[in-house]
């Protein structure tokens, strides 16, 4: 069974994806570098040479690639769920949300370079609704919602060993009842 962690743009899924491959022995794949290098192009090259249909073809094919392989701890794209097709195959994995509330994520977005994350150049209510709108999306298609309910110079409210642990463990247990 695959892991997925979905969540707004830079919520945290590639960092916590390391995190929990280091922790778990699993191997982790980034969605968005693995479209980068099958198509010898950086996302911003992608969106502007093939808009962001075009992105979201290349991501649903990789994402569908991914998910005929087994054991993968997956950091999709924050847009992965725009399309049903990639939120049927999100369903048969265990899928972790990533959840922010806008007015925690909203500064930290302000910290985060745009050059990869095309759909951040938007204007500031452009980028809230769109969060507004896939927030159910993701939790649509997840098994188990990680609330990050504040972020402080102390760091999160939450751990990554905290998150970690409880993440793999859910995981465990959700192969152990696929099993049964």
Not at 69 to 77: E, L, S, W, Y
Request: aromatic share 8%; charged share 30%; glycine share 8%.
């Amino acid at each position: 069974m695959n892991l997925y962690l979905v969540g707004f743009m830079a919520s945290g899924k590639s960092t916590l994806g390391r995190y929990l491959s280091e922790y778990s022995g699993r191997s982790f794949r980034d969605l968005d570098r693995i479209i980068e290098l099958e198509a010898r192009m950086s996302i911003r090259e992608i969106f502007e040479r093939e808009n962001e249909t075009g992105f979201r073809e290349r991501e649903a094919d990789a994402l569908e690639n991914l998910a005929g392989h087994d054991g993968f701890i997956v950091a999709t794209g924050g847009g992965v769920i725009e399309l049903p097709r990639n939120r049927e195959v999100l369903r048969g994995g265990f899928t972790v949300f990533i959840d922010w509330s806008w007015e925690i994520l909203e500064p930290w977005l302000g910290t985060v370079s745009k050059h990869s994350r095309p759909l951040l150049e938007q204007d500031d209510a452009a980028v809230r609704d769109l969060f507004f709108r896939r927030r159910p999306l993701y939790r649509e298609v997840a098994d188990r919602c990680e609330t990050i309910e504040e972020m402080s110079a102390e760091g999160l409210s939450k751990t990554l060993s905290d998150l970690c642990e409880g993440i793999h463990e859910a995981l465990l247990a959700a192969e152990r009842e696929a099993l049964e």
